[in-house]
C-alpha cells in the first residue's frame, strides 16, 4: 500500500495549520497595536477637551464679571443721577414754597382792596339810585306823564320812524331795481328756464314708440346691430332701446325726424320683414308721406282760415307747425288760435281783419325753418316773411310780437295780445283747468292772510294780484311794506310760471244818501 499521498495530505494540512496560526497571530498583533493607538487618540482628545472647557469656564468667568461691574457702575449711575434730581427738587419746592407765601400774602391784601372798593360801589349805587329816582320823579311832575306812558309814547314814535325809513329804504331800492331792471329780468327768465328746462327738453326731444313685445326689440336691433344702425342713419334720429318694458324711445330735436322714424317703425313692425334695404325702402316712402301731408295741412289750415296768396314754402311751414309744440301746447293749434282772436280784435278796432288773420297765422313761423340761424323766432319769422314777399306790415306784426323791433302799425300790438292770450288761456299751456284755479285761489288766500286787507283778486291769469285794503287800518305807507311783504311770502311759498304783480289798493270812500 502506497502512503505517499497521505503524507502528502497531512503534510499539508499541518502546513496550512501553521499558516493560519501565523495569520491569526499577525492579526491579533496589528489589533493591539491599533487598539493601542486608539487609546493614545482617545487620551489626547480628551486632554484638549479638557483644556478647551477650562478655557471656556475662565471666559465665561470673565464676562460674569465684566457683566457684573458694568451693572454696579450702571446702579451707582443712576443713584448718583436720583441723587442729583432729588436735590434740584428739593430747591425748586423751597423758591415755590417762597412763591406760594408771596403770593398768598399778596392775596390778601388784594381782597382788603376790593372788599374797601365794594363798600365804596354800594355807597355810590345807592346814592345814583336815589339820584335817578329823584329825576324820574322830576321828569313825571313836568311831564305830566308817568314812566310807563313815556316809555309807550317812546317806542309808538320810534316804530312809526322806523317804518318810515324801512319804506323810504325800500323805495330807494325799487328805484335802484329799475335801474338794473334789465338784466334782473333777464336773470329771472334764466332762472325760470332752469326750473323747467329739464321737463321742457324731454317734451321736445323724445318720442316713446309702443310694441307688442320684448322679443320685436331683438328685430329692430338686428344682427350685431345693422338694422338699428340702417334705421338712424335714414332717419337722422336717436333709436334707444333699453329696459323699458314694450317701448323704444326715439331721441331728436327734430318733430318731423321722429315722426317720419315713428310711422317707418310702425309699418316694419307691422309688415314684419325689418332689414337694411327694407328700411331704407320704407324710410325713404314714409318721408315723402309726412312730406306731402305737411303740404296737404298747411293748404287746409289756409283755406279754413281764408288766407290766399301763401307762398308755397310759407304753406309748408305752416304744415310743420302740427309737429312742433311750445310748453305743451301744439304750434299749429297756437296758430289757428291767434289767428281767429286777431281777426276779431281787428273786425273790433275797425282794421282790416284778413291782414290781422294772416299776420297771427304767420307770427311764429320762425320756429320752424329748414335751417338753423342764431337769431330769435320772431327776427327769424320776420325775414322769412320778407324772403317770401309779404307786406311790410305783416312783416312788421311778425318781427314785433315779442319786442324784437319797433311796431309800425297797429297789426303788432294786436299779435302780440292775441298771442299772449292764447298762451296763457288756462289748459293751453302744460297746466290743466283745476290747477290753473288752484293756484289763482292760493295767490288769494295768501294775501288775504294779512291784517287790514278786505278783497283779494288774482287777474291775468295770475300774473298780477290785486290787493284792497281798508284806509282805516293801513296808511299810505304801510301800502308799500304790505306790497313787497306779500311778494316775499309768495317767492318763498308758491311755484308759477314767470312772475306776479301785486298791486295794494287804498282808497277812501265817501257815501252819502239823497232822501
Given at each position: 500500500?502506497?502512503?505517499?499521498?497521505?503524507?502528502?495530505?497531512?503534510?499539508?494540512?499541518?502546513?496550512?495549520?501553521?499558516?493560519?496560526?501565523?495569520?491569526?497571530?499577525?492579526?491579533?498583533?496589528?489589533?493591539?497595536?491599533?487598539?493601542?493607538?486608539?487609546?493614545?487618540?482617545?487620551?489626547?482628545?480628551?486632554?484638549?477637551?479638557?483644556?478647551?472647557?477650562?478655557?471656556?469656564?475662565?471666559?465665561?468667568?470673565?464676562?460674569?464679571?465684566?457683566?457684573?461691574?458694568?451693572?454696579?457702575?450702571?446702579?451707582?449711575?443712576?443713584?448718583?443721577?436720583?441723587?442729583?434730581?432729588?436735590?434740584?427738587?428739593?430747591?425748586?419746592?423751597?423758591?415755590?414754597?417762597?412763591?406760594?407765601?408771596?403770593?398768598?400774602?399778596?392775596?390778601?391784601?388784594?381782597?382788603?382792596?376790593?372788599?374797601?372798593?365794594?363798600?365804596?360801589?354800594?355807597?355810590?349805587?345807592?346814592?345814583?339810585?336815589?339820584?335817578?329816582?329823584?329825576?324820574?320823579?322830576?321828569?313825571?311832575?313836568?311831564?305830566?306823564?308817568?314812566?310807563?306812558?313815556?316809555?309807550?309814547?317812546?317806542?309808538?314814535?320810534?316804530?312809526?320812524?322806523?317804518?318810515?325809513?324801512?319804506?323810504?329804504?325800500?323805495?330807494?331800492?325799487?328805484?335802484?331795481?329799475?335801474?338794473?331792471?334789465?338784466?334782473?329780468?333777464?336773470?329771472?327768465?334764466?332762472?325760470?328756464?332752469?326750473?323747467?328746462?329739464?321737463?321742457?327738453?324731454?317734451?321736445?326731444?323724445?318720442?316713446?314708440?309702443?310694441?307688442?313685445?320684448?322679443?320685436?326689440?331683438?328685430?329692430?336691433?338686428?344682427?350685431?346691430?345693422?338694422?338699428?344702425?340702417?334705421?338712424?342713419?335714414?332717419?337722422?334720429?336717436?333709436?334707444?332701446?333699453?329696459?323699458?318694458?314694450?317701448?323704444?324711445?326715439?331721441?331728436?330735436?327734430?318733430?318731423?325726424?321722429?315722426?317720419?322714424?315713428?310711422?317707418?317703425?310702425?309699418?316694419?313692425?307691422?309688415?314684419?320683414?325689418?332689414?337694411?334695404?327694407?328700411?331704407?325702402?320704407?324710410?325713404?316712402?314714409?318721408?315723402?308721406?309726412?312730406?306731402?301731408?305737411?303740404?296737404?295741412?298747411?293748404?287746409?289750415?289756409?283755406?279754413?282760415?281764408?288766407?290766399?296768396?301763401?307762398?308755397?314754402?310759407?304753406?309748408?311751414?305752416?304744415?310743420?307747425?302740427?309737429?312742433?309744440?311750445?310748453?305743451?301746447?301744439?304750434?299749429?293749434?297756437?296758430?289757428?288760435?291767434?289767428?281767429?282772436?286777431?281777426?276779431?280784435?281787428a273786425s273790433e278796432l275797425g282794421l282790416n281783419p284778413k291782414k290781422a288773420r294772416r299776420a297771427g297765422l304767420l307770427h311764429d313761423i320762425g320756429k320752424v325753418p329748414d335751417e338753423e340761424p342764431e337769431l330769435p323766432h320772431a327776427l327769424l319769422?320776420?325775414?322769412?316773411?320778407?324772403?317770401?314777399?309779404?307786406?311790410?306790415?305783416?312783416?312788421?306784426?311778425?318781427?314785433?310780437?315779442?319786442?324784437?323791433?319797433?311796431?309800425?302799425?297797429?297789426?303788432?300790438?294786436?299779435?302780440?295780445?292775441?298771442?299772449?292770450?292764447?298762451?296763457?288761456?288756462?289748459?293751453?299751456?302744460?297746466?290743466?283747468?283745476?290747477?290753473?284755479?288752484?293756484?289763482?285761489?292760493?295767490?288769494?288766500?295768501?294775501?288775504?292772510?294779512?291784517?287790514?286787507?278786505?278783497?283779494?283778486?288774482?287777474?291775468?291769469?295770475?300774473?298780477?294780484?290785486?290787493?284792497?285794503?281798508?284806509?282805516?287800518?293801513?296808511?299810505?305807507?304801510?301800502?308799500?311794506?304790505?306790497?313787497?311783504?306779500?311778494?316775499?311770502?309768495?317767492?318763498?311759498?308758491?311755484?308759477?310760471?314767470?312772475?306776479?304783480?301785486?298791486?295794494?289798493?287804498?282808497?277812501?270812500?265817501?257815501?252819502?244818501?239823497?232822501?
Amino acid at each position: 500500500m502506497d502512503i505517499t499521498p497521505l503524507i502528502i495530505i497531512i503534510v499539508a494540512i499541518v502546513a496550512l495549520c501553521v499558516g493560519v496560526s501565523a495569520t491569526v497571530f499577525a492579526q491579533k498583533k496589528m489589533a493591539r497595536t491599533a487598539s493601542k493607538q486608539i487609546l493614545e487618540e482617545a487620551r489626547l482628545e480628551a486632554e484638549n477637551i479638557k483644556k478647551q472647557k477650562l478655557l471656556e469656564a475662565k471666559e465665561k468667568e470673565l464676562k460674569i464679571t465684566n457683566e457684573a461691574e458694568r451693572l454696579a457702575n450702571q446702579r451707582m449711575s443712576k443713584v448718583q443721577s436720583a441723587e442729583a434730581r432729588a436735590k434740584q427738587r428739593e430747591i425748586q419746592l423751597n423758591q415755590q414754597q417762597s412763591e406760594n407765601q408771596r403770593a398768598k400774602n399778596e392775596n390778601e391784601a388784594t381782597k382788603n382792596h376790593l372788599e374797601m372798593q365794594m363798600s365804596m360801589i354800594e355807597e355810590k349805587k345807592a346814592e345814583i339810585e336815589r339820584m335817578h329816582k329823584s329825576a324820574v320823579e322830576t321828569l313825571e311832575h313836568l311831564s305830566g306823564l308817568s314812566s310807563e306812558e313815556a316809555k309807550e309814547k317812546l317806542v309808538e314814535t320810534m316804530k312809526d320812524e322806523a317804518k318810515t325809513a324801512a319804506a323810504s329804504y325800500i323805495n330807494e331800492i325799487m328805484d335802484e331795481a329799475k335801474l338794473t331792471a334789465n338784466k334782473e329780468a333777464k336773470r329771472i327768465v334764466i332762472q325760470s328756464i332752469q326750473r323747467v328746462a329739464t321737463e321742457t327738453a324731454i317734451e321736445n326731444s323724445v318720442t316713446v314708440f309702443h310694441i307688442d313685445s320684448d322679443e320685436i326689440k331683438g328685430r329692430i336691433i338686428g344682427r350685431e346691430g345693422r338694422n338699428i344702425r340702417a334705421l338712424e342713419a335714414h332717419t337722422g334720429i336717436e333709436i334707444i332701446v333699453d329696459d323699458t318694458p314694450e317701448a323704444i324711445v326715439l331721441s331728436s330735436f327734430d318733430p318731423v325726424r321722429r315722426e317720419v322714424a315713428r310711422l317707418a317703425l310702425h309699418q316694419l313692425v307691422s309688415d314684419g320683414r325689418i332689414h337694411p334695404a327694407r328700411i331704407e325702402e320704407v324710410v325713404t316712402k314714409v318721408r315723402k308721406q309726412i312730406e306731402e301731408e305737411i303740404i296737404e295741412t298747411g293748404k287746409r289750415t289756409a283755406i279754413d282760415l281764408g288766407i290766399h296768396g301763401l307762398n308755397p314754402e310759407l304753406i309748408r311751414m305752416v304744415g310743420k307747425m302740427k309737429y312742433r309744440s311750445s310748453y305743451g301746447q301744439n304750434l299749429l293749434q297756437h296758430a289757428r288760435e291767434t289767428a281767429n282772436l286777431c281777426a276779431v280784435m281787428a273786425s273790433e278796432l275797425g282794421l282790416n281783419p284778413k291782414k290781422a288773420r294772416r299776420a297771427g297765422l304767420l307770427h311764429d313761423i320762425g320756429k320752424v325753418p329748414d335751417e338753423e340761424p342764431e337769431l330769435p323766432h320772431a327776427l327769424l319769422g320776420m325775414k322769412l316773411a320778407e324772403k317770401y314777399k309779404e307786406k311790410p306790415d305783416i312783416c312788421n306784426a311778425i318781427g314785433a310780437h315779442h319786442d324784437e323791433v319797433e311796431p309800425t302799425t297797429l297789426l303788432a300790438p294786436i299779435v302780440q295780445i292775441c298771442d299772449a292770450i292764447s298762451g296763457a288761456r288756462p289748459g293751453a299751456r302744460r297746466e290743466i283747468v283745476e290747477a290753473y284755479l288752484k293756484r289763482l285761489n292760493d295767490l288769494e288766500q295768501l294775501a288775504m292772510s294779512y291784517p287790514g286787507v278786505i278783497k283779494t283778486y288774482a287777474i291775468q291769469a295770475g300774473r298780477e294780484l290785486r290787493v284792497i285794503v281798508g284806509a282805516d287800518k293801513i296808511d299810505d305807507a304801510e301800502t308799500e311794506q304790505l306790497s313787497a311783504e306779500i311778494a316775499r311770502k309768495i317767492q318763498d311759498e308758491m311755484t308759477y310760471p314767470g312772475q306776479v304783480k301785486i298791486t295794494v289798493i287804498r282808497e277812501t270812500r265817501a257815501v252819502s244818501f239823497a232822501k
